[in-house]
């Protein structure tokens, strides 16, 4: 089975940076941990007008996208 690590909306950061949207993982906890460390260093290193968190969809992790700063 496969397991996706989704980013919700491509703010304009991610877009610049070329970001890919969706990441594919063949191990459930896996993609956790990457969805998990992937929102941190969007936390950190992008321009601070958006705050990123992780949200388990069914067996996917999404990384959703609020305004406001980390």
């Given at each position: 089975?496969?397991?996706?690590?989704?980013?919700?909306?491509?703010?304009?950061?991610?877009?610049?940076?070329?970001?890919?949207?969706?990441?594919?993982?063949?191990?459930?906890?896996?993609?956790y941990r990457?969805?998990?460390?992937?929102?941190?260093?969007?936390?950190?290193?992008?321009?601070?007008?958006?705050?990123?968190?992780?949200?388990?969809?069914?067996?996917?992790?999404?990384?959703?996208?609020?305004?406001?700063?980390?």
């Open positions: 089975m496969e397991y996706h690590v989704v980013v919700e909306k491509m703010c304009g950061c991610a877009k610049r940076k070329g970001m890919p949207q969706i990441k594919t993982f063949d191990d459930k906890e896996n993609a990457v969805a998990r460390a992937w929102a941190q260093e969007l936390n950190e290193t992008f321009c601070g007008q958006h705050s990123f968190g992780v949200v388990a969809v069914d067996e996917n992790y999404v990384i959703s996208v609020e305004e406001g700063s980390y």
